[in-house]
């Protein structure tokens, strides 16, 4: 669905850049055009792409380890609440 721009929606986009421009400035930064990214090697990036791969694999292995102490729980829990019945009958 595409939206009209209505002359009032214009103004609103413009106004809005131009804060943004403002701002810019306002903050004794050169021109945003003008503005040029520092370029970063990834070689500092690299061990803590690693890192944060090592411990995701960590938590899942935790996780499945944390899933079987659960199913366990339950199973005793169900085990005991049938035995309760029982005895309750």
Known sequence: MAIKLTE????????EERQKLNETLEMKQSHPSKVKAKEVKADGYEDTLEAKIDHYKAMKLHESELMQKYIALREARLELKKKLLSELN
Do not use: C, H
């Open 8 to 15: 009032s929606i214009l103004r609103k986009l413009i106004m």
